[in-house]
């Protein structure tokens, strides 16, 4: 799939789901979002940007505590939720911008701060995008990253990534803490912080968000069932398909 074909899809696959995802409790909610908040509490004078913002939690959260946000996502839809959702927050010191992780439309050295949550396993070229991080970052500026987190062990991966594929054609992969390291490495992004956490997400809500078709959710759920007894356990997958995933929030310092 070209670089282009892959942005349409994700396009294609958020547009019309946009509303799901304002009200999605795992969205709008988490101990991550927690830390965003708290981490920001030094920067009242930052401007940051929110890459694939989605529908504007990470926006939201960041927005009380910072002098400006740009919100900036693929999806047209999702920015008009993100606008919206401000004015009625009463939040309006929130821009959007509309664009995709591997060709900021930005200058060099404009933003303080750069944050991304639940987005980076869409992005076609992580690399490219986190070199365009780097890019529009002013000297001393920090990149967090907030995302589901592979396992690293190679079974336990194949498993993530299968489930993920078959509910959301535009999923690239997620990646383990060693690779965003590496990521963040050859960006020239020196790492302060990570921390990894669990997210539980229910099936039927999992599903739904993303519209996944049916006969894509009964082959989850058969492929959930025919797993090895370490997957199970390790992901806490439940009778009725709901599991637990890893997450990692990794900070870096341009």
């Excluded at 900021?104 to 944050?115: C, M, S, T």
């Excluded at 079974?155 to 060693?178: G, K, N, P």
């Excluded at 058969?222 to 007894?229: F, T």
Aim: charged share 20%; net charge negative; aromatic share 10%.
């Amino acid at each position: 799939m070209t670089t282009q074909s892959h942005h349409d899809n994700v396009s294609q696959q958020f547009s019309s789901r946009a509303g799901a995802y304002l009200t999605s409790q795992v969205h709008a909610a988490g101990r991550d979002l927690e830390r965003l908040g708290e981490y920001l509490a030094p920067y009242a004078n930052a401007r940051l940007l929110d890459m694939g913002c989605g529908a504007g939690h990470a926006s939201f959260t960041a927005a009380p505590r910072v002098a400006e946000v740009v919100a900036y996502d693929l999806s047209a839809q999702m920015l008009e939720v993100v606008t919206s959702a401000a004015r009625e927050k009463g939040l309006h010191n929130i821009a959007t911008r509309q664009g995709y992780a591997e060709a900021l439309p930005f200058g060099g050295e404009e933003f303080d701060i750069v944050i991304s949550r639940y987005s980076a396993h869409h992005w076609h070229d992580v690399g490219q995008a986190l070199r365009e991080v780097r890019r529009v970052l002013k000297p001393g500026g920090v990149f967090i990253l907030m995302d589901v987190m592979s396992p690293g062990h190679v079974l336990r991966d194949i498993w993530l990534q299968t489930v993920e594929a078959l509910r959301d054609t535009s999923h690239v992969r997620d990646y383990s803490a060693a690779q965003w390291g590496a990521f963040f490495n050859d960006a020239g992004l020196a790492i302060e912080q990570i921390a990894c956490d669990r997210l539980h997400l229910e099936f039927s809500s999992w599903v739904a968000r993303m519209r996944t078709p049916q006969p894509l959710v009964e082959a989850i759920r058969l492929y959930q069932q025919s797993a090895a007894d370490e997957v199970k356990d390790y992901f806490e997958l439940q009778e009725d398909g709901s599991f637990t995933s890893d997450t990692i929030w990794m900070s870096g310092r341009r």
